[in-house]
């Protein structure tokens, strides 16, 4: 199974998962870094010619849910549905191209949530019990005293947590310890980046305690939540039932040929407050039903917002559709990217937003593009140039090219998605220096070198073309800009694989059009100013 998964083809499947987010307030920058990441290696894939199956959506069934439309004063059912329009609407300013959203209140969900209690239960690893803990309704997680820091949640110390006694339905982690430990032992790639697998190991070192699968239903609420199957007065814990999204998501289990074209995931993508329950909980409760497990869960750090901690209760948010209004979406998602961190923890500022888009959106790609298709029309009224002979000019500028490809493709293997915008960034720089070099516009002046002139025009276009291609992932609008310039179609589903190399593709003629990423105007006395006002 895993050797088929590897052959190079049009047929191989790939499958991308992000986290489900609470609808219980509208989306964030915080909420953008993983959806925005997960979207570029969802069209990298696409663009290697993968069948590739992206699944977003929103995890419903929470008291958390629940008790944000109760403080909005709006009827649950108005809300959610509020709710998932306002993170569509974000998602497709940021140009996010997923394949399926799953809303865990759908009936398919629930039917999928209910298969799996009944599989852990016929396996014997579901059992009746008291608990009793401190549960923390903002990320629906239950904690020991030893767990809680000066008696608050960890992740939230400024929510009061519940104290929950009551008979409830246990899942028996515990019975997989050893098989848990012996996959991630021969899974080397299971957990990325690397890093993160000291977490995972402190919880086997801690040792895995069975974890409540379920709630009572609170007699004074409605009901909210997947009914425990056979039991109308219990609900499934929230989590149990947001796992089982990503089944749900590939049809599981009313549509097997889908199942069996996309399970298992290739990789969850999750930020990293949710390891516990994506590196133990859910290949756990995979293997009671006797399913594979996804192949890689991929942990990303948090970020902050101008160095703080993103919080509604502080006012410290900010609203990935304005920002989309504002910069535009590539600016925006190339930003994020750029910045982004999978090892560590990063930083979202407005005036590292301004700076990026000026020295590297504006000036060292935008002006790029602009010369080049500018001095073609000028040249040679638009028809880009056949090459002459290649020189050691030349030669560098395509090991260049072909550095900036395998370098993206490398860095985009283990998740390091601002390495890979680096590693073509480095075609875009040496392109701006192939023009310096061969100054085109000296050799326009001199009879003798219009062969020469063609061949620094060619070859400029070309470089283009192929940037073009290898920023689609990240900045897709921007390349389809491109593109349009140099007179050719958008990036489709194999183009990386059919025509990214150096001379791939046939060149005819430019068509002069808009700036690609007009300079904006740097903010600094400005944000003083506002700082000053604040304090
Ligand atoms: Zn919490």
Known sequence: ?????????????????????????????????????????????????????????????????????????????????????????????????????????????????????????????????????????????????????????????????????????????????????????????????????????????????????????????????????????????????ALTNYLTAVGFPDNGTQFERYWPADVHVIGKDIVRFHCLYWPAMLMSADLPLPRQIAVHGFITLEGRRISKTTGNVVSPVDLVDEFGVDAVRYYVLRNLSFTSDSDFSRAGLIQRYNDELAKDLGNLLNRVVSMIQRYRQGTIPQPGADGELERALQRVADEARRGAEKALESWEIGRAIESVWSLVQRANQYLEQNKPWKLARKAEKQERLDTVLYSAAESLRLLALYLAPFIPSASKKILTQLGLPAAKHGDWRKLGTWGAARLCAVSEGEILFPRKETETHHSEEKEQCRS
């Not at 949530?113 to 008291?130: H, P, T």
């Not at 997989?176 to 697998?197: D, G, K, V, W």
């Open 1 to 241: 199974m895993e050797e088929s998964h590897e052959v190079e083809g049009d047929s191989r499947s790939y499958y991308i998962t992000t986290a489900i987010d609470y609808p219980n307030a509208e989306p964030h920058i915080g909420h953008t870094l993983e959806k925005v990441a997960a979207d570029a290696v969802a069209r990298y894939r696409r663009l290697q010619g993968c069948d590739t199956y992206f699944s977003m959506g929103l995890d419903e069934n929470s008291q958390h849910v629940a008790k944000a439309a109760e403080t909005n004063q709006v009827e649950l059912p108005v809300w959610i549905a509020r709710m998932d329009e306002a993170f569509r609407l974000a998602w497709a300013k940021l140009g996010i191209q997923y394949d399926r959203w799953i809303r865990t209140t759908e009936e398919s969900h629930f039917r999928a949530s209910q298969e799996m209690f009944l599989r852990a239960q016929e396996r014997g690893d579901v059992y009746k019990a008291i608990y009793s803990g401190w549960y923390c309704p903002n990320d629906n997680t239950f904690y020991r005293d030893d767990e809680l820091v000066d008696g608050k949640c960890p992740d939230h110390p400024t929510v009061d947590l519940e104290w929950v006694e009551e008979e409830n339905y246990f899942f028996a982690l515990s019975h997989y310890s050893e098989q848990l430990l012996a996959y991630i032992a021969t899974h080397p790639n299971f957990i990325s980046p690397p890093s993160r697998l000291a977490e995972v190991m402190s919880f086997f070192h801690q040792g895995l305690r069975d974890f409540s699968i379920s709630r009572r239903v609170n007699p004074k609420r409605p009901i909210w939540g997947v009914p425990v199957p056979g039991d109308p007065d219990q609900v499934i814990y929230v989590w149990f039932d």
